[in-house]
């Protein structure tokens, strides 16, 4: 907006020039002005000083160098549009369109200069007076016609730096009115805050395809960043982003302590219970399956770290460098034992101490590592049971067995002695027991009955018709020798031994079997004799015993009587034996029998093998003695066979099994004990108190010791 006082150029959102401070309009910006109309004539909103200042149309001519009076102002339009009007003047020479005051070019019919601002229809003195009587402002720098002003490159962003900063609207000190006064400070404040030289210097706009192309290359180097960092990452540190970047950190910040915004883990924010300690991080190498160790340590900055462990090192200590902290990666290989294991899961910790700068020695508390290791295995076939005895002979015991997935580096241990494996982990040995030798009570016969046993009966007795036959007696049964009964307990003289077999390999759960050896016990020998008493008895004088005895066993048989001799017994495999007797005379003799094996109690049966008399009871009952007149010499022992007969009654019933034997009184106080093995007789409970006539051999004396014992071949009724 021009002004109507001075004909400076203001703001349209002014309502007092800036200059000059005279009045700009009459309505303040109210409905209806000029502002208003030409907005609505234009068609455009009113934008307040952003707006482009209306500049006029065509050139003033005549204007008066007072103040528009209102008379001068034509009548407003019917529309309402307020439009000033200046009258008309006489047009100037082109020789004369120079500004008096400052010598520059003047628009054409314009009152004022577009440089200086005075009026050039003025004096310069006169110009200079009235200017004195206004109050004081800044010197306006002089405007370029309207000519100067391209407005295409004006509409690109292009602006004449020498003409705009030599046009410096002046400040006025004084303004009319609040509202005057601060849309000044306003527009002072952005004609401040403006720099055109500034924005001048800023680069130009890029276009769009450079802006495409630059994010491409940016994106394309990240990607690349990437890349590479993965590959470093896999190659170096087992594929841990965390620890390649905390490597690179350590490598820019080997002088961390100088810097002051280096990470450092031993710094003053660090709390005591920090250092000398240890974190653990587990790694594996992909390519090699070996698993390692990152021991994150905070010691002091210059303190030695010093690892103990029971694997070679080329190195076994470090120098923390700086930063009071230092990183070792270290096979887990090193910590395991290196020796057998008995359990599969084992805990380990590390053995590290610290050795600060002035000598002193710290236990660093790092924390315990679990790590589950393999378990070998082994077969052992021999011996095929977790129990074996000791042999009688203390011979040595084979043991055999197979590592399975032998790989060279597993050893094989017999009671912590190592013995030979082959290629393909077979592997063989023997232990030979210590204390192999055990006493066992001696057994003790039990006898079934209280018969003897070496009573007979005679095959070739005629029975005696005098004799009553008993109604209820039957058939005597076969009569077998037994194995007698035996007390097993055992006493130990030695003790029981084990056979430890072991598989080891270092850093790995022993394969172990614990196989038992009891000390050799004597055993108690199998041994059975299979003849019944009529195999016992032969007219001939030969007798073959039968048996069964442990197999391997030597069976051997004697006789009291020098009239029985035996021949050569043989054993089968199955142990079963025979044995051939001979018997010279008339009578009932005692064998006994014995079968022998080492580790075994001798085996042992007896007998009565007998010879009937092979002439008739009338011839022998003739040949025999009186034992009623001999009996003294019998009791005494000085008679101790022979063939006797006598007659007594029958007063008592011994035994029926396996033979008959009852008592005979001959007479008072003198009484004989009778082995019925007569053929043809029998003697039952309805024979007591029956007289009897028995002609018989004298066998020896009773059980008792006193009673002269007869095995009777013949009976008869009296």
């Known amino acids: 907006m021009v002004c109507k006082e001075c004909g400076s150029y203001n703001a349209e959102n002014l309502s007092v020039c800036k200059v000059c401070g005279a009045k700009l309009r009459d309505d303040d910006m109210g409905a209806g002005s000029a502002q208003a109309a030409n907005s609505a004539e234009d068609g455009k909103p009113s934008r307040d000083f952003v707006k482009a200042p209306s500049w006029p149309k065509s050139a003033y001519s005549g204007a008066p160098e ?102 410096q609207p002046p400040k006025q000190t004084k303004r009319g009115g609040k509202l005057a006064r601060r849309e000044a400070e306003d527009l002072d404040e ?20 450079t802006t495409i192309i630059f994010w491409g290359l940016i994106a394309l180097l990240l990607a690349l960043i990437a890349i590479f960092g993965m590959y470093i990452a896999k190659k170096n540190f087992d594929g841990d982003i965390g620890k390649m970047f905390a490597s690179i950190g350590s490598v820019f910040n080997k002088n961390g302590s100088e810097d002051v915004n280096a990470d450092d883990p031993g710094s003053s924010t660090d709390s005591e219970s920090q250092m000398y300690t240890a974190t653990i991080t587990e790694s594996t190498d992909q390519s090699t399956g070996e698993v390692w160790y990152d021991i994150d340590i905070a010691a002091p900055t210059g303190s030695a770290i010093r690892v103990i462990t029971d694997a070679t090192l080329t190195n076994d200590t470090a120098t923390v460098a700086a930063n009071n ?20 899961v084992v805990t380990i910790t590390p053995n590290i101490q610290v050795i600060s700068p002035d000598g002193t020695t710290t236990q660093l508390t790092v924390p315990e590592i679990t790590v589950t290791v393999p378990t070998l295995s082994m077969s052992v076939t021999e011996p095929a049971t977790d129990v074996v005895n000791a042999t009688v002979d203390n011979s040595p015991i084979a043991i055999m067995g197979q590592v399975n997935d032998y790989d060279g580096e597993i050893a094989v241990f017999v009671n912590d002695e190592q013995v030979y494996v082959d290629s393909t982990g077979l592997f063989t040995a023997s232990y030979t027991p210590k204390a192999t030798t055990s006493v066992v009570t001696a057994p003790t016969a039990t006898p079934e009955t209280t018969a003897d046993p070496n009573a007979t009966t005679d095959p070739n007795a005629t029975p005696d018709p005098n004799a009553t036959p008993d109604p209820n007696a039957t058939e005597e049964p076969e009569t077998t020798v037994d194995e007698p009964a035996v007390d097993d307990t055992a006493i130990s003289s030695g003790g029981t031994e084990t056979i430890t077999i072991e598989a080891r390999k270092n850093n790995c759960v022993t ?141 008592e019933i011994i035994a029926a099994d396996p033979y008959t034997i009852f008592r005979v009184q001959i007479s008072e106080g003198v009484e004989v004990i009778v082995v019925n093995r007569s053929a043809k007789s029998t003697i039952n409970s309805a024979d007591l108190k029956e007289k009897k006539q028995i002609a018989g051999t004298l066998k020896g004396l009773y059980t008792d010791g006193t009673t002269p014992y007869v095995w009777g071949w013949f009976i008869w009724n009296k």
Do not use: W
């Open 190 to 209: 952005y004609d401040d805050e403006y720099d055109e030289e500034e924005y001048d210097d800023m680069p130009h706009k890029r276009g769009k395809g």
């Open 66 to 167: 007072t103040t528009i009076s209102s008379s001068s102002v034509e009548a407003p339009a019917s529309s309402g549009a307020f439009r000033p009007t200046i009258p008309p003047r006489a047009a100037a020479s082109a020789s004369a369109a120079t500004c008096p005051h400052c010598g520059k070019p003047l628009l054409s019919d314009a009152p004022f200069c577009a440089y200086c601002g005075q009026r050039v229809d003025e004096e310069p003195e006169a110009a200079s007076a009235v200017a004195s009587a206004r109050p004081a402002a800044q010197q306006q720098p002089a405007r370029g016609t309207y000519a100067d002003y391209d407005f295409e490159d004006e509409e690109e962003g292009e602006f004449d730096d020498e003409e705009d900063e030599a046009y």
């Open 511 to 651: 394969a172990r079997k614990v196989i038992t050896v009891e000390p050799y016990v004597v055993q108690t020998m199998s041994f059975t004799l299979n003849n019944d008493t009529t195999s016992l008895s032969s007219e001939e004088g030969t007798v073959t015993l039968t048996g069964t005895v442990t197999p391997g066993a030597v069976v051997t048989a004697t006789s009291p009587s020098s009239d029985v001799t035996f021949g050569q017994a043989t054993v089968s495999e199955t142990g079963t034996f025979t044995l051939v007797v001979s018997v010279a005379k008339v009578g009932a003799f005692d064998v006994s029998l014995v079968g022998k094996l080492e580790g075994y109690y001798d085996g042992t049966a007896t007998a009565v093998v007998e010879r009937p008399p092979s002439v008739s009871s009338s011839a022998f009952k003739k040949a025999a003695l009186d034992l009623a007149k001999n009996y003294e010499k019998i009791t005494s022992g000085a008679t101790t066979s022979g063939d006797f007969v006598f007659t007594g009654k029958v007063t």
């Open 325 to 344: 902290r230092i990183i070792l990666h270290i096979a887990r290989d090193v910590f395991m034992p290196n020796a057998p294991v008995d359990n599969e």
